[in-house]
């Protein structure tokens, strides 16, 4: 197991998952619920040793504090008991009349293994039981891969837009559900 330190003094256990033993079916095999404490700190640190956020040196503090804030749009998935990853949906968002799927973050050791589709079907449905019939993301176009992951998921560019963070171009993407 390996600790990965939250707050000064607070440290959260990141098991070790033998990705070589996972099941078949992620579909079936993954759990979404909401959220619990604990949850928080095991998604603050996916979040901090993720881009963008890793690579503009957010830390696992701020990374509780801006996930506190979007906690009821929130949506953790397990795999055999332990938090792999994550969604955000929101009801409203850039689009009018559109859901907004904020992040989605996948453990770095579970990457191309369909956890991230898991995750996007988890957000599209999140989005239809708000009854939406849109759902839109932004996606830094220099991130070739998640460009391609949306894509081929139906989303289409709908236009580019200037991050209020980062100051960097983001391209708006949707899709109809």
């Known amino acids: 197991m390996t600790m990965k330190q939250v ?21 079936s095999a993954v759990k979404l619920s909401q959220p619990t404490d604990e949850d928080m700190s095991v998604v603050a640190s996916l979040r901090a040793s993720s881009d963008p956020w890793k690579s503009r040196g957010e830390t696992q503090e701020e990374s509780l504090q801006a996930l506190t804030q979007l906690r009821p749009f929130l949506h953790v998935a397990k795999l055999q008991g332990q938090a792999v990853g994550y969604v955000t949906v929101e009801r409203d968002g850039p689009v ?15 990457r191309k293994q369909g956890l991230g589709m898991v995750l996007l079907n988890h957000g599209v449905q999140t989005a239809r039981d708000m009854y939406r019939k849109t759902i839109a993301l932004r996606v830094d176009p ?24 980062s100051g960097k171009l983001r391209l708006l993407m949707s899709r109809e559900l």
């Open 7 to 27: 707050d000064p003094g607070v440290e959260v256990a990141v098991p070790v998952l033998d990705s070589a033993n996972l099941p078949n079916d992620l579909n």
């Open 96 to 110: 009018p009349g559109a859901a907004y799927m904020r992040n989605i973050v996948v453990r770095q050791d579970l």
């Open 142 to 165: 220099a991130n070739g891969p998640a460009v391609s992951f949306y894509r081929k998921a139906g989303f289409t560019t709908v236009a580019t837009v200037v991050s209020k963070k």
